[in-house]
């Protein structure tokens, strides 16, 4: 298990993280999330003792990691998968971290073999793709078969075999009992691979909680309804109904009705008796993307001036790791979320759409020490 307790890192007048505390537990495999300049790559480097706090502690099984007995057989750890001398091979470069911490050299090739790069393992590192760095990256975290493990975006550079391959590995080590925590910007693979979440923004604790919780916890579903294009009565007559009977209705741009507050049977039943024709009628679930943007919106430090016009922009929220406030309903929903309205007739669908005027540039960037 990780533990942290009032973490703290300042370098200056720069807080990279404050007062963050938190469980990472056996058997699951935790996300650990945030916008870039969140703070964590800099929590990831106290966890491992790279990094001194400025206050609080961070234990891995009850103890600071300079103090875990045989650290690299108890904790494995994926950071910055280009940390390799490219002029030695990668049974080379295993070899010398498993001589350090006395492990057998038979399991240097067995690591090989689970990562897929037996074949190249006398070819030098430096001639490596992105993606075999990765993996050669994740094979010295494996080494010492450690019981806690820790991946910085472990996917990146990966085909979608790749991919595929990490997400089964992290779901069989956190089935085996072992500590796997994972940052990554990936929300489409957090998604499909974490169990539980930590999001944090501008070093502190915004949500800890399992994914569907946290989905649960920042979106609102809604259910998306059209009717016929050509009977516009019909639409205002389904908008009265649903209205009547408590619903929020919301226009969309391409005709459809945005409706909360109803289940999907209701607005059945409701269009059924009001003698009005559906063309659609389907349940939106908000993704883990719409989630987190929507929970990070405020955390935000690199923001192009563009996404006011895009309509990604919202007010930040009252305060980090207070529950998220309902969303307030608007007339024109935010762009950039939904399906684009069907092409005109005689338009061609194919075609690209015209260019939005360039919006100035932001050069203003705060510096985030790691």
Not at 181 to 195: N, R, W
Not at 288 to 310: I, P
Not at 339 to 355: S, T, V
Request: no cysteine; hydrophobic share 40%; proline share 9%.
């Amino acid at each position: 298990m990780i533990e942290a307790v009032g973490l703290t890192k300042r370098y200056g007048a720069k807080t990279a993280v404050d007062n963050l505390s938190f469980h990472v537990r056996p058997g699951a495999v935790t996300g650990f999330l945030g916008p870039n300049g969140a703070g964590k790559s800099t929590t990831m480097r106290m966890i491992l003792g790279l990094d001194t706090p400025t206050a609080g502690t961070v234990t891995i099984g009850g103890s600071p990691f300079r103090q875990v007995p045989n650290a690299p057989r108890q904790v494995g750890a994926l950071l910055d998968a280009k940390a390799v001398h490219g002029g030695r091979s990668a049974r080379n470069h295993l070899l010398s971290l498993a001589q350090l911490s006395g492990i057998p050299a038979r399991r240097v090739d067995e690591v090989l073999g689970v990562v897929g790069l037996q074949d190249v393992a006398k070819k030098r590192s430096k001639g490596y793709s992105l993606g075999m760095g990765q993996r050669l990256g994740i094979a010295a975290a494996l080494l010492g078969d450690p019981q806690v493990l820790l991946f910085d975006e472990p996917v990146n550079g990966l085909d979608p075999e790749g991919i595929l391959w990490v997400r089964n590995l992290m779901k069989t080590l956190a089935a085996e009992g072992r500590t796997v925590f994972v940052s990554s910007h990936l929300m489409s693979e957090m998604a499909l691979t974490a169990d539980h979440l930590i999001v944090i923004g501008r070093g502190r604790l915004l949500s800890d909680m399992g994914v569907q919780d946290f989905i649960s916890a920042n979106s609102a579903d809604f259910a998306r309804v059209r009717t016929p294009a050509t009977e516009p009565e019909q639409r205002e007559k389904l908008t009265a109904a649903l209205s009547e009977a408590g619903a929020q209705v919301m226009s969309e741009p391409d005709g459809a009705l945005r409706v909360m507050g109803l289940p999907l049977p209701r607005i059945s039943d409701l269009a059924h008796s009001a003698d009005v024709r559906l063309w659609e009628l389907s349940p939106h679930r908000a993704s883990l993307e719409e989630a987190y943007m929507r929970m990070t919106q405020g955390a935000v430090d690199y923001r192009s001036t563009a996404d006011e016009k895009a309509g990604l922009m919202e007010a930040p929220q009252p305060g980090y790791g207070q529950p998220p406030q309902p969303p307030i309903p608007v007339e024109v929903p935010q762009q950039g979320w939904y399906a684009p309205p069907p092409p005109a007739p005689g338009e061609n669908p194919y075609a690209a759409p015209p260019a939005p005027a360039a919006a100035p540039a932001d050069l203003t960037k705060s510096e985030d020490p790691r």
